[in-house]
Structures are given as structure tokens and as C-alpha cells.
């Protein structure tokens, strides 16, 4: 793979796609104010679960925000990239596009994945931040130089694990034309990455440890900044994230011998 090349590609990708939504400014204002109201409902509906106890499942208040900052940075990074180009492959089956897709030379799932770009979910991806900066203050946080290493380590898996739920999601309208239900069955699903895993039920928490592993998207790299985290956590997530990212790669490769093109 020319990576010089993806490059240069990626860069063209977004500077298309950030012209076309930057025409409308009035847009990312009401967005601003969308993520605003929607950050401080979630830090309600946790100061709630709250307010009848110090802590839950072993986490405070002031911890569990972390949770929510670590959440909503990554829920800024889905409605950035990957759900305004992952649902978008539907798209391509339905109108036969995804033939020209198939037969430009790049790489189809690295098209597919990154074609389009949405500023709405940068600000996601700052309030989550700015949340995350007074979550330190607050726990009186300072992270050293390994433990940043480790911060953006489990994020990165956090993410790999994140994209390949969708792409492995989305890659079923190869067959099934309908899966908007799959995917926003997905979403309300890690909704549940707001809260720290030790508050439900055991059950619970082994469904969203093996089937869809919330614990490693959020709970992780939350742990990590606290200082709490174990080391064979890390190389489980580590593990985990590559195993998703294989699959998702090869379940793409092996759906795509059963596409029809649109010209056949």
C-alpha cells in the first residue's frame, strides 16, 4: 500500500467534504448548541444515578465523568467519520455505485470508510475534551509520559473496536438492504458506555464484555487515567481490537465475492 498515496487522497476527501459543509454555517451553530444540550442531559441523567449514593459499582461521580467525557469524544469521532460514510454503503448497492467504487484504483473499504467527513462531530470530539481536562482537575489527575502513552494506546483500540462494529454492521446490506435498525440498534447499545460497567447487573456485564465489548471502548482508557487499569486488561483490548479489525477487513473481502454488480 502507498501510504504517500492514501495521503494525499484522504487529504482531497476532506477538503471536499468540509467545503460542501461549511456553505452552511447556520448548521454547525445549531449543532453547537445540539451537543451542548445533549452533553449536559447526559451529565444529569449521571448525576442522578448518583444522587442517592457516593459511588457506584466502585466508581464516584467525579470519576464516572470521565466515563462520559471518554464517551462523548468517541461518539464525536462516530458522527464524524464513520457514520456519515458507513451508512452511506447501502447507498452504493442500492444505485449500483459502488461498481465505480470498485473499479477506481484505491482500495474499496479504505473508500467507503473515509470518503466523507462531518464538522459536526468535531464538536463532539472538543466538549468531550474540555469535559475530560476538568474531570483531571477535579480528581486531581496528572498523567505522566507512560500513562498518556497508554491513554492513546487504548483509545486507538477503543476506536478500531468502535469502526469495525460499524463497518461489520454495514457490510451486511451486501445482503440485507435494510440495516438502519441494525445500526441504531448499535448505537442504543453503546449508549450504555456512559456508565461504569460495574453498576449492572452481572449478566450485563458479560453480554457487554464479549458480544459488544463497551467495556473496552469506554471503561478501558477511563481506567487507564485513573491509574487502575491492569496490564493484561490493556493486552486483552489490544488483542480484541486486532482480532475486530481482521474481521472486519476479511468479512468485507469474503461479502463482496457476493455482490451483484449493477451492469451484471
Known amino acids: 500500500m502507498n501510504i504517500k498515496k492514501y495521503f494525499k487522497v484522504y487529504k482531497l476527501f476532506n477538503y471536499t467534504s468540509l467545503s ?15 451537543a451542548i444540550f445533549g452533553l449536559s442531559g447526559s451529565i444529569f ?8 449514593a457516593k459511588d457506584i ?20 469521532i462516530t458522527n464524524t467519520w464513520f457514520s456519515p460514510n458507513l451508512t452511506e454503503i447501502v447507498k ?6 459502488l461498481d465505480f467504487v470498485l473499479i477506481k484504483p484505491i482500495d474499496s473499504q479504505f473508500w467507503v470508510s473515509f470518503k466523507r467527513i462531518s464538522p459536526t462531530g468535531f464538536i463532539e470530539i472538543l466538549l468531550g475534551i474540555v469535559v475530560l481536562i476538568y474531570c483531571f482537575y477535579i480528581n486531581d489527575i496528572t498523567l505522566k509520559i507512560d500513562s498518556l502513552f497508554l491513554l492513546l ?5 477503543s476506536i478500531s ?39 449492572f447487573s452481572f449478566p450485563l456485564r458479560v453480554f457487554f464484555s464479549t458480544v459488544i465489548p463497551i ?26 481490537s486486532s482480532i475486530f479489525i481482521i474481521s472486519s477487513r476479511r468479512f468485507w473481502i469474503y461479502a463482496l465475492k ?4 449493477a451492469s451484471s
Open 92 to 97: 452504493y448497492i442500492r444505485e449500483g455505485t
Open 215 to 240: 467495556t473496552f471502548i469506554t471503561a478501558i482508557p477511563s481506567e487507564v487515567i485513573l491509574g487502575i487499569s491492569t496490564f493484561w486488561k490493556i493486552i486483552l483490548e489490544i488483542l480484541v
Open 57 to 76: 459499582g466502585g466508581w464516584s461521580f467525579e470519576q464516572a465523568l470521565i466515563i462520559q467525557a471518554i464517551y462523548t469524544i468517541l461518539n464525536g
Open 153 to 157: 494506546l487504548t483509545l486507538g483500540c
Open 45 to 52: 441523567l449521571l448525576s442522578i444515578f448518583f444522587s442517592n
Open 161 to 199: 473496536i468502535l469502526y469495525s462494529l460499524w463497518f461489520l454492521i454495514s457490510t451486511t446490506t451486501i445482503w440485507f438492504v435494510k440495516t438502519w435498525n441494525a445500526t441504531e440498534v448499535l448505537r442504543s447499545f453503546l449508549y450504555v458506555g456512559r456508565f461504569p460497567l460495574n453498576s
Open 258 to 261: 457476493f455482490y451483484s454488480s
Open 20 to 34: 460542501i459543509e461549511l456553505e452552511y454555517q447556520v448548521n454547525i451553530f445549531i449543532d453547537l448548541l445540539t
